[in-house]
């Protein structure tokens, strides 16, 4: 089983999502984590938005990177975009995705509801983790094709 941690800024909305799906999708394949630069409170935006796919992530805890041995981890997977993502060591095999925080809206685009900037980057973060599974050389993934 590989362990991968999935790190953003303060822990609260992408990498709970990317955590959560991957628990769902890759059970028994992956142990996923979640972390943040800075430890955050979890976004109850982001509990609602994987809970319409029927993902409960309403039990997770935010935690900070400090309190985690990078080493222990197969791979770290950043979810930052604009922000500032932590410096990883070298020896630490990672992958970064760069979401825009879904809290923040798009600029030019105040049609877009909250919930729905949550829900869109819930499925994008859905497909990274399909192809997260094929880098990794996962077969078998679970959960709602």
């Known amino acids: 089983m590989k362990r991968v941690l999935f790190l953003c800024v303060s822990n ?17 394949k992956v142990d996923a984590f979640s972390a943040g630069s800075r430890q955050g409170t979890l976004n109850p935006l982001a509990i609602q938005s994987m809970l319409e796919i029927g993902i409960d992530i309403s039990g997770h805890q935010t935690k ?17 975009e604009e922000e500032i993502c932590p410096k990883l060591p070298p020896s630490v095999m990672q992958m970064h995705w760069p979401l825009p925080g879904p809290s923040k809206p798009l600029p030019n ?5 909250p919930l729905e900037r949550f829900s869109g980057t819930r499925d994008q973060i859905r497909e ?9 050389e996962l077969d078998d993934r679970q959960g709602p094709q």
């Open 12 to 28: 609260s909305a992408r990498s709970q999502m990317a955590e959560g799906w991957a628990r769902h999708l890759l059970p028994g």
């Open 64 to 80: 900070s990177i400090d309190t985690l041995d990078l080493q222990s981890f197969d791979l770290v997977v950043t979810l930052c």
């Open 109 to 113: 685009d105040d049609s877009t509801s």
């Open 128 to 136: 990274l983790i399909d192809r997260l599974a094929c880098f990794l």
